[in-house]
């Protein structure tokens, strides 16, 4: 009896269950670095925080339109190499000062803060995606 070998298909099938999971996790960490921010703490006009966006990889973060609502949609991970990625931030020139702080305003942190919280329920987002 030949092998009948199926490794392309369930490569290709494996690569869609984590492309499928890692747009679900770029969400998550989008919503949580949102909810980072509020009056007080990072928000003045919520422009900031409604520029937050999950996007595939290899997006140019500093070509968006400002102001502009960006998230709320699953990005595609690119490629590279045997790795698929995503990328979570803001186009907006101020984004990375509020981040990482300026002068003697240590920042707030909320991508990082965000990957933290989100990290522990990553492997979940996959197990769903794969029907487990």
Excluded: C
């Amino acid at each position: 009896m030949p092998l009948n070998w199926k490794g392309k298909r369930v490569e290709a099938d494996v690569i869609r269950v984590l492309s499928l999971g890692l747009g679900d996790i770029g969400l998550d960490m989008e919503a949580e670095a949102k909810k980072q921010l509020y009056p007080g703490h990072g928000v003045l006009t919520g422009t900031l925080r409604r520029s937050i966006h999950a996007a595939s990889g290899d997006h140019n973060f500093a070509a968006e339109a400002e102001g502009q609502e960006q998230g709320g949609h699953a990005p595609e991970p690119s490629r590279q190499g045997d790795r698929l990625v995503i990328a979570v931030g803001s186009g907006l020139v101020y984004a990375m000062a509020v981040h990482q702080g300026h002068h003697s305003f240590e920042g707030y942190h909320y991508l990082t803060n965000a990957l933290d919280i989100v990290r522990a329920r990553a492997l979940d987002h996959v197990k769903r995606r794969a029907g487990g």
